[in-house]
């Protein structure tokens, strides 16, 4: 099994649809992330979070929102969804000051909104 | 804050030739650097990282990356490409204290027979 799993794996939607995007992880790591890839344009953080009750912007958290219900678990929402946010989403995790410095992440998320 | 180029978007090579891949950074603070591959439908995995000592690092699948830090720039090479590297290149940047990874815009290296 995958340590980082990300559900659904693709999604097909309308515009001003609410959608959730769910991130569960068994790696033990505090903190967590929300990427999301765009061709050519590589990934940008959407949100992250070192613990529970620590949830920071990214340089592009506008038009989402995310919930960390608990440790092992990140969700993504987009309140109201448009088609500029058709994207790949990823979910990442990180161990902090004890780990060796990389992310891990998992599968993706396809996201089209029609 | 801190930035990455990618120089180059694409890069086609044939079977069994050199490759280079350039990346340089931009930061005010020491970082750490890594290279992640993704290959075609698929998610990202490490290649390889630096994260001090040796600026020489080796990763899997035969490649390897130099630190040089007056240059700022952190380039993944192999002497050899096989079809199966055929994938996208990210180079990223972590800030040693906060490990928020920043991203290049990739580089997609396509290996031709």
């Known amino acids: 099994d995958a340590d980082v799993t990300q559900t659904p794996r693709n999604r097909i939607t309308k515009t001003g649809k609410r959608i959730m995007l769910e991130c569960s992880q068994t790696k033990g790591h505090d903190r967590m992330y929300w990427y999301r890839q765009d061709p050519g344009l590589g990934l940008r953080l959407i949100y992250y979070s070192f613990d529970v009750k620590d949830i920071n912007k990214g340089e592009i958290s506008d038009g989402y929102s995310v919930s960390r219900q608990a440790q092992a678990k990140f969700s993504l929402s987009l309140e109201s969804a448009i088609p500029n946010q058709t994207a790949l989403y990823f979910c990442a995790t990180h161990s902090g000051s004890r780990g060796t410095g990389e992310l891990f992440f998992g599968e993706g998320s396809r996201l089209t909104v029609l | 804050a801190q930035s990455v180029t990618q120089l180059d978007s694409q890069v086609p090579v044939f079977e069994e030739a050199p490759v280079e891949l350039r990346c340089n950074y931009s930061?005010?603070?020491?970082?750490?650097l890594f290279w992640y591959v993704q290959y075609p439908n698929q998610g990202l995995q490490l290649l390889l990282k630096?994260?001090?000592?040796?600026?020489l690092v080796k990763g899997i699948n035969g490649f390897e990356a130099e630190f040089n830090k007056s240059q700022t720039s952190f380039h993944l090479r192999k002497p050899s490409v096989h079809i199966s590297d055929t994938a996208e290149y990210f180079c990223a940047v972590s800030d040693r204290s906060n490990y928020k990874l920043t991203f290049g815009k990739g580089t997609l290296l396509t290996v031709n027979p």
């Open positions: 930061s005010s603070v020491s970082v750490y």
């Open positions: 630096y994260l001090s000592g040796s600026t």
